[in-house]
């Protein structure tokens, strides 16, 4: 495993979370050997989830969990968070943390890294929304940073990789060699830039949840993707116009000989469904993610699906001998069924919203594998997981009073 691999994520001081946001990872129960297959092996006994699913009632707070860790995403690629989310096709709302003007959010991010060496890294990032004397807009600043390295010799047990005390690390405010750093890019930007790092590879599809605009656009869709969610199409393929730089997409279905000509992707939509138009973006991303051993987060993940392109999907990333570079699928989903397929209950978060946001790891509540996961959640044994019996109740008292 050569790319760099996320391992904890640690959000202090988020306005809509109940407390701190934690998200791991690792494979926290026992790891049988017929399973090592559908895990990625950090070293030692230590494994990590090849797929981390977030379930919970309606405006339980998934999706802003996702808006987090795309962050997080963006952070640890040392781009400009600012540039990243004003400038991204759809994206409603910059300031995606939803914090207050003057506040700040501390990130402590740990991940592992295997160029040359393998070691444990621990970045700590506060970032704060405030006015740009510049140009009055409001941003993101990145106000104080810290990053520490440490080998891996000696470290036994998960407790261990986390334990910094007596490392050294280096100062984004004290050291000159950020000074020239751009306020909302992270450290890690010279590490990269020296090749002391591998960069991660990440997608996600937030944005187009529920409008299904094709996340790529420069690239022909193979026909085993058209395929599996249409068969009917013969090909769909992109061709840059050199003159003005624009895009032509050519559709063709088999039962025709017309080729249709179109400008824009938003037309798409007049032929296509919208389940077809989103999984070829989805799979699209999934084939790269996988391929470069990257990360890949999608909001609710059943939306135009059924249960096959959903389960399919999933497995992919579950195969060892397709995933064989450790490709991660980071998603949120309503649809409770959908997490009888998945074994470990390590990698399901459950998302609650009662005084502020909260997960647990699903193998917190249920230690049995052999429970049935969606009857837990739909009979609301799990708390908060389903609307309540009250709240039910009153929604059918208001449809039998129009009578």
Not at 91 to 107: Q, Y
Not at 238 to 259: A, C, G, P, T, Y
Not at 265 to 277: M, V, Y
């Amino acid at each position: 495993m050569d790319y760099m691999k996320l391992l904890k994520v640690i959000a202090k001081g988020l306005p809509l979370f109940y407390q701190n946001l934690e998200i791991d990872f690792f494979a926290d129960g026992r790891v049988y050997q017929e399973e090592k297959h559908e895990l990625n092996h950090l070293f030692g006994n230590l494994y990590l989830n090849k797929t981390l699913s977030f379930t919970g009632i309606n405006a339980s707070g998934k999706t802003q969990i996702l808006n987090t860790l795309s962050l997080v995403m963006y952070l640890i690629q040392a781009k400009s968070i600012n540039s990243v989310y004003t400038g991204l096709l759809l994206r409603d709302n910059s300031n995606v943390l939803n914090l207050e003007l003057g506040k700040t959010v501390t990130f402590t991010i740990f991940f592992y890294s295997d160029l040359g060496k393998k070691q444990i890294h621990k970045l700590e990032t506060e970032i704060k929304w405030d006015i740009d004397q510049y140009n009055q807009e409001k941003k993101y600043f990145i106000t104080n940073e810290r990053f520490y390295s440490k080998d891996v010799t000696g470290i036994r047990s998960k407790k261990q990789i986390f334990e910094f005390e007596g490392c050294t690390y280096e100062d984004r405010n004290t050291d000159n060699k950020f000074i020239s750093l751009s306020k909302d890019v992270s450290m890690l930007n010279a590490y990269l830039n020296a090749n002391l790092l591998q960069p991660v590879y990440y997608r996600e599809q937030l944005s187009y949840t529920n409008i299904n605009v094709m996340s790529n656009l420069t690239e022909d869709i193979p026909k085993q993707f058209l395929e599996f969610l249409d068969p009917s199409i013969d090909f769909l393929k992109f061709e840059r116009v050199q003159q003005n730089e624009s895009l032509k997409i050519l559709l063709k279905f088999k039962k025709s000989e017309k080729v249709l000509e179109m400008d824009s992707p938003i037309d798409l939509h007049k032929i296509l469904s919208s389940g077809t138009i989103k999984g070829c973006g989805i799979l699209l991303n999934a084939y790269r993610t996988i391929q470069m051993g990257g990360y890949l987060i999608i909001d609710e993940l059943e939306n135009h699906f059924n249960r096959e392109i959903i389960s399919t999907l999933i497995s992919l990333f579950l195969d060892k001998d397709i995933n064989k570079n450790g490709g991660t699928l980071i998603y949120s989903t309503h649809y409770v069924e959908l997490l009888d397929y998945i074994d470990r209950n390590d990698s399901i978060y459950i998302v609650r919203k009662e005084n502020g946001i909260s997960i647990e790891k699903l193998s917190n509540t249920n230690k049995r594998r052999d429970n049935n996961k969606s009857y837990l959640f739909t009979n609301a044994l799990l708390k908060k997981t389903a609307p309540s019996y009250s709240a039910t109740n009153e929604l059918k008292k208001v449809f039998k009073a129009q009578w």
